[in-house]
C-alpha cells in the first residue's frame, strides 16, 4: 500500500472551504466521511460528512484537533496551523493499527483481505450518495470491474471479472450472505440490501477464500452499513438524515429516514425504506439496427379464468416489470469502556411480488405466451447478528471478534401456463445460523498473525403444490429443491502472516475448511431418479501468497499467487427446475471446484512534486484456472436424454464438473486532475474465458465494458458527466444452454453500445441537498450482457436530500 502524502498539507485540488470549515480527504484525494474531530479535552466535537466536510464552530484557536477514522493514522494538528495549510487535511491509511471499537464489524478482517487483493476498490457513503441509485445493484455499476445482469425489474446479478451468482461471495457487516441455494446461473438477492443506509462497499477481486472460504472465487463484495453515533460530550448527540427521489425510467417513487443517538456508552440507529417501481420503458433510438429486438409487444389478462393476450399499446414499455420495496434497519451498540463493546444488528427486507419479466416474454412454438404468470413471492430477508468486540494484550492475541448470527430467507416461484387454470408454487425457507471467531496478534511494528474460525449451518425446506387458480383446490407438484429436506454445514480454520520490511510487504495465509452436504428425496414419483439421498463430504487447504513493493512513493507493484474453492451446494447437487427447452435435475456425483489464481499490477502517481497528483495509474492482469469447474452438460436420466416436464417436453441437463475451464483478463484505471476542480476518471476491463477440454466459450463472461467521467466540485456544486459502454458479445461467443441467454440476444449476439448521462448536485443549506440527473440522453435502445430485459431509456431524477 503506498503511503504518499504526508498529513496536513495544502492541497490544490477540490473545492473550496470556508471559514470555520475544513475538508479531509486520502491520499487520492477523496473526501473521507465519517472522521471524528475533537479536542483533547473532548470540550467540541464535529465529524465529516460525505463530502469530507465539517464544521469547526466550538472550536478555540489555541484547541489541539484530534482526527480519527478507523484505518487511517491519527493526526493532531491545532486551527492556527490548518489555517497555514487553507484548512485541508489528508489522512493516511494505518496498514499496522489496531482499529478502535467505533468500527464496523470485522473492519480488521475487511482490511486485511483488502491488502491480499492486488485490484481493490471501494464505493464510499461520498460516491452513494452521489450516484443517488435505485438499488443497491444499481449501485455496482460504480465499480470499475463489474457489470450487472438483469432478468427483471426487480433484479440485479453482479458479475466479477467473468464470475458471478455462487462463485462471488456477497457479505454484509461480517456475516456472509451465500447460502445453500444460491444458485449459479444469476442472483437478484443484493437488491434485498438498502444502499441508502450503506456508509461503504469494498469489492475484492480475485479469490479470497482464505479468509472467507467457499464460493469467494472471482472476489468478495462486502456491504457496510452505518453505525450508531456515540457521543463525545455529557449530553446526548444525535444525527439523521431524509431522502424522497423521483425517477421517470420508471416513476421510481423512493422515501428514506434514518436517525441515530447515543451517548458515551450507548448508541442506536433506526432506518426505513420504501421504494416504488413502475414498468421500466425502454430507449427508443436502436443504433443496433435490430429493428424489432426487445420490443414489449404483448402482455397478458385473466378475466374470469380466462386468459387472453393484449396488444402492447406503446411496445417501449416492458409490462410487468414493477414492484415494490421496502426496508427495515435497527441497531444497538453498547460499549461500557474502551476495552469492550457490544453490538445488536437487526435487518429485514421484503417486497411485493416481482414478475419474471423475461419468462413471461417467452412465445410457444404455436406462437402464444408460454406463461400467464411466472413471478416471485415476496422476497423476505431478515438478518439478526450479535458481535462482540474485546482488547486485551496478551501473548495469544490483541483484539478479538465473536460474531454470532442467523438468517431467514424465502423465495418462492408461483408459474402457470397460459390457458392453464392450474399454477404451480414452490416454497424455498433457508435458515443459516452461523459463529464467526477472529483475532488479531501484532508481532512487532511491522508484523502481524491474523487467525480464526467459522461454523455455518444452511437448512433449507422445499415444498410445492399445484393450486385450481378459481377453486383453490390442491394437488401434488415437484419441488425444486430435495423435499425431504436438505442441510449443508461448514466449519473452517484460517492462519494468515503480514510482514513489511522496508518498500517490500509480504503476507501469505492457508485455510482449512470442511463442507458436509446431506439432501433427501421422498418423492421421486415426479422425476425418477436413480437415488432418493445425497450426500457429500468435502475437505479443502486454501493459500495465497503476496508481494508489494514500492521503489519510489509515486509507484507500487505487486504480485499474487491465490487459491479458492467453491463446495457445491444444495442448488448445485439437488435443483430441478425449466428454462426454455431444457429441464435440469440433480447429480449426486458432483465435486468442488478449485481455483488457482495468479495477479500482477502497479500503481504509478505522476507529478507528485505538487501537493496532489497529476495522474494515477492503475492497472492489472489475472487469470484463474478453475479445475474441476461446475457447468451444465447434456445428460441422459434414465437412459432418456428429454423428459416431459411441466407438460413440456425437454432436453435433459445437469449440473456436471468439466476438466477444467480458464479465466483471464487485464483492467485498468485512469485518474487525470486536470485542475483545482476539474478531473477525468476511466476505467477499463476486458475479460476471456473457455473450457479447457472442449474450448467451449465458459458461461458469464462479459464482453468489453467501461466507463468515464468527467468531474466538476466547488463550493456548493458539484457536476458529473459520464458515460458507461460495453462492446459487442457474438453468438458464437456465448455458452452452451440457456445461462447467458441467448434467447434474449439478437441473432446475432449481444450488441455493443454507450450511454451518455449527466448528474448534478447543488447544496442549497448546510442541512439539505438538491440532485438532479438525466440519463441516456441519446435515447438508446440497448440490453447489458446476459439481460432479460432492457435497459431504461431518456430518464430524468430529482431528489432532496436532508442531513441533520
Known amino acids: 500500500m503506498l503511503r504518499l502524502i504526508n498529513s496536513g498539507f495544502l ?51 489555541t484547541d489541539t484537533l484530534l482526527f480519527f477514522k478507523p484505518g487511517y493514522n491519527f493526526y ?10 487553507g484548512y485541508w487535511v489528508t489522512l493516511t491509511l494505518a496498514d499496522y493499527t489496531l482499529p478502535s471499537f467505533e468500527t464496523s464489524t470485522l473492519r480488521e478482517k475487511k482490511r486485511l483481505i483488502s491488502d491480499q487483493s492486488l485490484e481493490k476498490e471501494s464505493i464510499t457513503e461520498e460516491k452513494l450518495i452521489e450516484s443517488n441509485a435505485q438499488t443497491t445493484a444499481d449501485v455496482l455499476t460504480n465499480a470499475s470491474s463489474i457489470t450487472i445482469q438483469k432478468s427483471q425489474g426487480g433484479g440485479g446479478s453482479p458479475i466479477i471479472r467473468g464470475f458471478e451468482a455462487n462463485r462471488v461471495l456477497l457479505v454484509i457487516d461480517g456475516v456472509r450472505m451465500n447460502n445453500a441455494i444460491y444458485r449459479s446461473g444469476h442472483l437478484q438477492n443484493s437488491i434485498t440490501l ?60 423512493t422515501n428514506h ?52 393476450v393484449v396488444i402492447n399499446s406503446d411496445s417501449l414499455v416492458q409490462k410487468g ?33 416481482i414478475n419474471r419479466y423475461d419468462r413471461l416474454n417467452n412465445l410457444t412454438s404455436l406462437g402464444t405466451p408460454e406463461y400467464s404468470q411466472w413471478y416471485y413471492g415476496p422476497q423476505n430477508r431478515l438478518l439478526s447478528s450479535f458481535t462482540v468486540e474485546f482488547t486485551n494484550y496478551n501473548s495469544l492475541y490483541d483484539k478479538g471478534v465473536i460474531v454470532l448470527s442467523h438468517q431467514k430467507i424465502d423465495e418462492d416461484r408461483i408459474t402457470r401456463p397460459f390457458g392453464e387454470i392450474q399454477r404451480s408454487i414452490r416454497k424455498e425457507d433457508v435458515a443459516i445460523s452461523a459463529i464467526n471467531i477472529d483475532f488479531v496478534k501484532a508481532i512487532d511494528s511491522t508484523s502481524k498473525f491474523y487467525y480464526g474460525g467459522e461454523l455455518v449451518y444452511n437448512e433449507v425446506s422445499s415444498r410445492a403444490y399445484k393450486e385450481n387458480s378459481i377453486s383453490l383446490e390442491r394437488l401434488p407438484e415437484s419441488t425444486r429443491y430435495p423435499d425431504g429436506g436438505s442441510s449443508l454445514s461448514s466449519s473452517a480454520f484460517y492462519v494468515n502472516y503480514k510482514k513489511r520490511i522496508n518498500r517490500l510487504s509480504i503476507e501469505g495465509g ?66 430441478v427446475f425449466k428454462k426454455d427447452l431444457y429441464v435440469v435435475v440433480p ?59 411441466d407438460g413440456v417436453l425437454c432436453k435433459v441437463r445437469t449440473n456436471t464438473n468439466a476438466e477444467s475451464a480458464f479465466v483471464y483478463g487485464a483492467t485498468g484505471t485512469i485518474r487525470l486532475n486536470m485542475s483545482k476542480f476539474l478531473s477525468f476518471r476511466s476505467s477499463l476491463c476486458y475479460s476471456v474465458g473457455s473450457i479447457s477440454n472442449s474450448n467451449e466459450p465458459f458461461a458469464h463472461i462479459p464482453p468489453l465494458f467501461g466507463r468515464t467521467r468527467v468531474v466538476y466540485e466547488k463550493n456548493k456544486w458539484d457536476i458529473e458527466f459520464f458515460s458507461e459502454y460495453n462492446g459487442w458479445k457474438r453468438i458464437n461467443q456465448y455458452a452452451s444452454g440457456s445461462v447467458d441467454n441467448p434467447a434474449e440476444a439478437t441473432i446475432d449476439g449481444n450488441p455493443s453500445w454507450y450511454s451518455l448521462n449527466i448528474r448534478l448536485g447543488f447544496e442549497v443549506h448546510s442541512l439539505a441537498q438538491l440532485q438532479f440527473a438525466a440519463y441516456n440522453l441519446m435515447d438508446a435502445h440497448y440490453k447489458t450482457f446476459a439481460s432479460g430485459i432492457s435497459a431504461p431509456g431518456r430518464a430524468f431524477m430529482i431528489s432532496i436530500r436532508s442531513t441533520f
Open 321 to 353: 416489470t414493477g414492484f415494490d420495496q421496502y426496508h427495515l434497519l435497527q441497531k444497538l451498540v453498547f460499549k461500557p469502556n474502551d476495552n469492550l463493546q457490544f453490538k445488536l444488528n437487526v435487518q429485514y427486507s421484503t417486497s411485493s411480488k
Open 510 to 575: 492457508f485455510r482449512f475448511s470442511h463442507i458436509l452436504l446431506n439432501a433427501n428425496f421422498n418423492d421421486t414419483s415426479f422425476i425418477n431418479l436413480p437415488f432418493e439421498t445425497i450426500k457429500n463430504n468435502n475437505l479443502s487447504l486454501n493459500g495465497s501468497l503476496k508481494a508489494a513493493y514500492s521503489p519510489t512513493k509515486q509507484t507500487s507493484f505487486n504480485i499474487c499467487f491465490s487459491s479458492g474453492f467453491r463446495a457445491p451446494n444444495i442448488d448445485d447437487f439437488g435443483k
Open 76 to 85: 493532531t494538528t491545532s486551527l492556527d496551523k490548518l489555517l497555514i495549510n
Open 194 to 253: 438498502d444502499n441508502n443506509i450503506l456508509s461503504q462497499i469494498d469489492i475484492e477481486y480475485g479469490p479470497g477464500s482464505v479468509i472467507y472460504g467457499s464460493d469467494a472465487i472471482g472476489g468478495v463484495v462486502h456491504f457496510q452499513t452505518k453505525d450508531p453515533i456515540f457521543s463525545h460530550k455529557d449530553s446526548i448527540s444525535y444525527n439523521g438524515s431524509f431522502l424522497s427521489r423521483f425517477n421517470s425510467a420508471n416513476k421510481e417513487k
Open 587 to 645: 447429480n449426486a456425483e458432483l465435486k468442488s471446484e478449485q481455483a488457482y489464481c495468479s495477479e500482477v499490477g502497479f500503481v504509478q502517481l505522476i507529478n507528485t512534486n505538487k501537493s496532489t497528483p497529476l495522474l494515477v495509474l492503475k492497472g492489472a492482469l489475472y487469470g484463474t484456472y478453475l479445475d474441476n469447474a461446475i457447468i451444465r452438460s447434456d445428460f441422459s436420466l434414465n437412459g432418456m436424454d428429454s423428459i416431459l416436464f
Open 11 to 61: 492541497v490544490l485540488f477540490g473545492c473550496c472551504v470556508f471559514a470555520q470549515e475544513i475538508k479531509v480527504v486520502n491520499e487520492y484525494l477523496e473526501p473521507l466521511d465519517g472522521v471524528e474531530i475533537y479536542t483533547s479535552t473532548k470540550s467540541a466535537y464535529t465529524k465529516t460528512s460525505y463530502k469530507g466536510v465539517a464544521n469547526l464552530d466550538g472550536f478555540k484557536n
Open 257 to 308: 429516514f434514518d436517525f441515530s443517538f447515543g451517548n458515551d456508552k450507548w448508541g442506536s440507529l433506526s432506518s426505513f425504506t420504501i421504494s416504488h417501481f413502475d414498468d421500466i420503458k425502454m430507449g427508443r433510438r436502436r443504433f443496433h439496427n435490430y429493428e424489432n429486438w426487445g420490443y414489449s409487444n404483448f402482455y397478458t389478462v385473466t378475466e374470469n379464468g380466462v386468459d387472453s
